[in-house]
């Protein structure tokens, strides 16, 4: 076994190749090299080798040949691995956060804090590896019934380009607490911390073969990983259609599968609402990740009583912050791409166009040539029916609604394919209850709305996907159940 105290090379290989069993694979002559960008300065920082067929099978059948050792391990015995590997990417921030804000352009501390939050969910898992499997039913006094819960054995997790490592360790932790094993693909646009976390694992004392890495785009090789006969579940974040395509091959192979899918979360602002609150949360929100985030709040549904002074609010606050560069920790970063800066862009013009107004933003800074910057955006005289309310925009822009009566607000908040996350800011509490209670969508916030810990599960309603992570309900998802009835007579 490794030694714990394993720390990362920051030089890069020259060519990121997938990883299996804790080792840079070689790429062959002909493989497609493609490149990871900057998104702040749009200068290469790394390149990759896609991952060929062959080598996806090859991963998959490592991970599978590895999952029997892993599995029958202790469970204490695989807490006390999943700890040490907390201890290993918290050594290590300085190193994975910097390449994180490379690779995705998020700034420094918010790299910074993904790092934090990987680690935690390493150690949150570790310590429950030995704390939850079946129970006893109660039968006829000649018969004894009790349930296991059994891992699945290879899990594919396909991972979104907005937080890598975070979202990596996610779907990650628990599949290793139950005692799966996993094969990764994270996006082509930010390969580089992920490929790195697997070699650290391994080095901490991750048996090789229980984390494995392919890269490369989903049509090929996320198509290879979730099609292959070894893999018994899957897990998916990304777009509505991207995940479409997975359900279907899920269902045609009979396997399980989580997916997060997106959302296009509303919060309800009352008449009596603290408005210094729910404006720092309206404008959190183009703050994380740029605006980049499913979770995000960007249906803001305001009483028209308090609506002109609660907007004034959050345009002095998103006048206040700052865009840059990830290694200059402003309060925004870039989009991860041309296209996502344009699509954002284009959105922000069909809105004007549909009748809503700009209050601030709405365009590239002003004083940079190059990245792909969209500055942090409000948009008021929005109704709901407009592309801006109904879409995810996916970039730093917040869009708020008038509304006259609570009953109404809640029924648009509800009229959205999405059910992901919600919120409200009420002085009432009853009226907060009451509101939590009709709104569909698998998390509701009340007068806050900021990230909850690992702790607490996480997943959405309708279009937004199926299933849960975090919390001890996501341990449950990447289990099986198996229950098993004795004749004692």
């Known amino acids: 076994m490794s030694s714990p105290e394993a720390t990362l090379d920051p030089q890069l290989p020259e060519v990121l190749t997938a990883v299996i069993g804790g080792q840079w694979t070689v790429a062959s002559p002909d493989a497609t090299i493609r490149p990871v960008y900057d998104p702040a300065t749009e200068q290469m920082v790394a390149q990759f080798a896609e991952t060929p067929m062959g080598v996806v099978d090859t991963a998959v059948e490592n991970a599978h040949a590895a999952w ?9 015995e695989r807490g006390r691995i999943l700890t040490r590997l907390a201890e290993a990417i918290r050594r290590n921030v300085e190193t994975l956060a910097t390449l994180e804000s490379a690779d995705t352009g998020k700034p420094i501390s918010q790299a910074r804090g993904d790092i934090a939050v990987t680690a935690r969910y390493l150690e949150y898992y570790g310590g429950a590896c030995d704390k939850f499997g079946g129970t006893t039913l109660p039968q006829a006094a000649d018969t004894f019934a009790y349930t296991v819960r059994e891992p699945y054995g290879v899990v594919a997790h396909i991972t ?3 937080a890598p490592i975070s979202q990596m360790m996610r779907g990650v932790a628990p599949c290793l607490a139950a005692g799966n094993t996993v094969v990764v693909k994270p996006s082509e646009l930010t390969p580089i911390t992920t490929s790195l976390v697997a070699i650290l694992m391994v080095e901490a004392g991750l048996p090789a073969g229980v984390c494995n890495i392919v890269l490369g785009d989903g049509p090929t090789v996320g198509a290879a990983l979730v099609g292959h006969e070894l893999v018994r579940h899957i897990a998916f974040t990304g777009s509505v259609a991207a995940g479409q395509s997975v359900g279907r ?7 399980g599968c989580h997916l ?3 959302g296009k979360s509303p919060t309800i602002v ?3 609402a603290n408005l210094e609150r729910a404006a720092h949360a309206g404008a959190l929100a183009v703050i994380r990740n740029s605006g980049q985030s499913c979770f995000a709040t960007t249906r803001l549904f305001v009483h028209r009583s308090v609506h002109d002074e609660f907007v004034e609010r959050v345009a002095i606050k998103m006048q206040g912050l700052t865009v840059g560069r990830g290694a200059d920790d402003p309060d925004l970063g870039p989009l991860v791409s041309a296209v996502q800066r344009d699509r954002v862009l284009a959105m922000i013009e069909q809105a004007t166009s549909d009748g809503a107004q700009v209050i601030v933003g709405g365009q590239p800074p002003a004083d940079r040539d190059t990245g792909f910057f969209v500055m942090p955006t409000l948009i008021a005289s929005v109704t709901n029916d407009m592309a801006v309310a109904q879409q995810e925009v996916f970039g ?3 869009s708020v609604i008038a509304f006259d009566d609570v009953d109404d607000a809640i029924l648009q908040a509800n009229d959205t394919p999405y059910g992901l996350s919600a919120g409200v800011f009420t002085s009432d509490i009853s009226r ?5 209670h009709q709104l569909q969508a698998g998390q509701v916030q009340i007068n806050r709305y900021a990230g909850a810990g690992v702790e607490v599960p996480f997943g959405g309603y309708k279009a937004s996907g199926i299933g849960r992570e975090k919390g001890i309900e996501a341990l449950l998802g990447y289990t099986q159940l198996k229950s098993v ?3 004692l007579d």
């Open 68 to 76: 029997h050792g892993w599995a029958n391990m202790a469970p204490l």
């Open 160 to 162: 979104p380009w907005n």
């Open 249 to 255: 091959v899920a269902a045609d192979r009979i396997v």
């Open 260 to 262: 997060e899918l997106g």
């Open 270 to 272: 009352c008449s009596d």
């Open 396 to 398: 730093p822009v917040q």
């Open 432 to 436: 907060a209850h009451r509101i939590a």
């Open 485 to 487: 009835i004795v004749a």
